[in-house]
């Protein structure tokens, strides 16, 4: 069974960090590429950051460019999402996701590219 599963998140204050880690079972990395989403309370679902299968790509939502940072360890199967200087407004269930591509410098932030889901973790940034 292919699977994603996050880690990481929890409650942390303005200005505070978090690393998200989302790692694979039943399947390798490799020639994945991946995608991080986040779905506030009362919002849509939209795309914060993605990586190529290659590690050489990525790409950021502005709200996140500046603060976060992908990555992936491919001999660990697994991506991380690096949060820095959090805000209120990124609070919420963050999803990674995976899209079979082969070897691959395209990352892309379309949810609809993507058709293995993880659960979620939820993220929470209050005083």
């Known amino acids: 069974q292919l699977q994603l599963v996050e880690s990481g998140g929890g409650l942390v204050q303005p200005g505070g960090s978090l690393r998200l880690s989302c790692a694979a079972s039943?399947?390798?990395?490799?020639?994945?590429?991946i995608g991080w989403f986040r779905q506030a309370p009362g919002k849509e679902r939209e795309g914060v950051s993605c990586i190529s299968s290659s590690g050489g790509s990525t790409n950021y939502a502005d709200s996140v460019k500046g603060r976060f940072t992908i990555s992936r360890d491919n001999a660990k199967n697994t991506v991380y999402l690096q949060m820095n200087s959090l805000k209120p407004e990124d609070t919420a269930i963050y999803y990674c996701?995976?899209?079979?591509?082969?070897?691959?410098?395209?990352?892309?932030?379309?949810?609809?590219?993507?058709?293995?889901w993880g659960q979620g973790t939820q993220v929470t940034v209050s005083s």
């Open positions: 996701a995976a899209r079979e591509v082969g070897f691959s410098t395209i990352a892309t932030m379309s949810e609809y590219e993507y058709d293995i």
């Open positions: 039943g399947f390798t990395l490799d020639y994945y590429g």
